[in-house]
């Protein structure tokens, strides 16, 4: 069975532009959420959506967006980027978040780089 | 906001030494995940405890869940090269899956 698969793995992006990274759950998971991991640090959580509905968000600015599609799948749009910005997004899936010990499986990530 | 503190920051040994990570803090967890992860990959899951005192072994690793829940630890036995890596502990709440990671331990096993 295939994992958390995320795109792009890799992109570069100017100051100001916009990004979209994609995301598609383990097969039967309908909880998705979003970290960003700087560089040297454990991830911080952006985003979470179980059922498409928007469940939780971490400490991010407005232009940090996401939604969950019909199928589960997901999308993370960061607007107007800046320079702090470049990390490693990760997207990770679990069955069902409100049950205790429930475990969360990441992707690989997306390397996103802002010059 | 619960805060997770993880110690030591970096570890460095020779293949064959034993060591221990260890993740803290002041609130109480309804469980909590140690992790694993490659530069240039994603995190990959070690273990999940979720009962206070719980101890539980992976080969040449053990997790041990505090009885208060409230601190866990990462002990390896005999590490090889192949443990190099950055070592995370996570706790999830209630809060539909939300994980607070502590910052990792950064390990270097040289051969």
């Known amino acids: 069975d295939a994992g958390v698969t995320q795109s792009p793995t890799h992109l570069i992006k100017t100051r100001g532009q916009h990004v979209t990274l994609r995301c598609s759950p383990i097969?039967?998971?309908?909880?998705v959420s979003w970290y960003q991991q700087v560089l040297g640090q454990g991830p911080q959580f952006i985003f979470q959506y179980y059922e498409k509905e928007e469940r939780g968000r971490g400490n991010f600015p407005d232009r940090f967006s996401a939604r969950q599609f019909p199928n589960y799948s997901s999308e993370l749009n960061v607007n107007a980027l800046l320079l702090g910005d470049s990390a490693l997004y990760l997207c990770?899936?679990?069955?069902?978040?409100?049950?205790?010990?429930?475990?969360?499986?990441f992707g690989e990530g997306s390397w996103l780089t802002v010059v | 906001t619960q805060l997770l503190e993880q110690s030591p920051q970096f570890l460095s040994i020779q293949e064959g030494e034993n060591l221990t990570v260890y993740c803290n803090s002041s609130?109480?967890?309804?469980?909590l995940q140690w992790y694993r992860q490659e530069p240039g990959e994603g995190p990959v899951l070690l273990v999940t405890?979720?009962?206070?005192?719980e101890v539980k072994k992976l080969k040449r690793l053990t997790f041990q869940f505090g009885d208060a829940r409230k601190d866990s630890s990462l002990h390896i036995t005999a590490a090889q090269p192949g443990d190099t890596g950055l070592y995370l502990c996570a706790a999830g709440g209630t809060s539909y899956g939300k994980l607070t990671f502590g910052q990792g331990t950064i390990l270097t096993v040289h051969p």
């Open positions: 405890v979720v009962t206070g005192g």
């Open positions: 097969s039967g998971h309908k909880s």
């Open positions: 990770a899936s679990s069955l069902d978040p409100l049950v205790a010990g429930n475990t969360i499986y």
């Open positions: 609130s109480v967890f309804s469980s």
